[in-house]
């Protein structure tokens, strides 16, 4: 079945680490997401890729980066810059055409500094 | 600059009917979308209006008025699994296929 997978499910980062948030698809989608969402809280647009080896930063993409090399993959690193980074984090990706079929996302990591 | 305005909280009983707004400011629109996303979940995709007027989907329906900057999600015959969030998102900008979320409505429904 086609989807996306987020992994790992639950992250835990050390003061100062880096982690990288994996994101796949095989839904053959032209254009990939990330957003942050914190408890209680709407969906802040992180970094997205509409094409492959191209991406934008997004409302809140200070301390984090991001690559395209392959259509399915879309991985996000969270740097030692974010200064607080404990969130819930979702991948999206979206078919770009005249049709609007929405997002979808994938199960999320959830990420806690330690 | 672009935002979404939704109330923060919405409580109806099984079997009712209840509406959730949406009010948006965007410089350029393509669309307005619902999204469901139980605790824990991932947001799921409801509907979608690119034009003026009601869109239908079994239990759901979703309003759009463009020039009053405003939507609505409906929801009848009330369900207890119907308890979630909900969110608007607006579909802006020139030729991006980027949206931005409002910060949600949290529906309770009661038996």
């Known amino acids: 079945d086609g989807g996306i997978t987020q992994s790992p499910k639950y992250l835990f980062r050390k003061e100062g680490q880096n982690v990288t948030l994996s994101c796949e698809q095989n839904l053959n989608h032209d254009a990939m997401y990330w957003y942050r969402q914190d408890p209680g809280q709407g969906l802040r647009l992180i970094y997205y890729s509409q094409i492959v080896n191209d991406f934008q930063k997004g409302d809140i993409a200070e301390g984090y980066s991001v690559s395209r090399e392959k259509k399915e993959s879309f991985p996000l690193t969270v740097t030692s810059a974010q200064k607080n980074p404990t969130a819930f984090y979702l991948c999206?990706?979206?078919?770009?055409?005249?049709?609007?079929?929405?997002?979808?996302f994938g199960s999320g990591t959830r990420l806690t500094v330690v | 600059g672009q935002s979404l305005e939704q109330p923060s909280e919405v409580t109806a009983v099984e079997g009712a009917i209840v509406q959730m707004n949406c009010t948006y400011q965007t410089s350029g629109f393509y669309g307005l979308s619902w999204y469901q996303q139980h605790d824990g979940g991932a947001p799921t995709f409801l509907s979608y209006n690119a034009l003026d007027g009601l869109e239908e989907t079994g239990r759901f329906s979703s309003f759009l008025s463009r020039s009053d900057s405003y939507g609505y999600l409906l929801l009848q015959e009330l369900q207890m699994k119907d308890s979630a969030s909900y969110f608007c998102a607006v579909r802006g900008g020139s030729g991006t296929y980027k949206y931005i979320f409002g910060t949600g409505t949290r529906l309770k429904v009661l038996a």
């Open positions: 999206a990706s979206t078919h770009k055409g005249a049709t609007d079929y929405g997002y979808t």
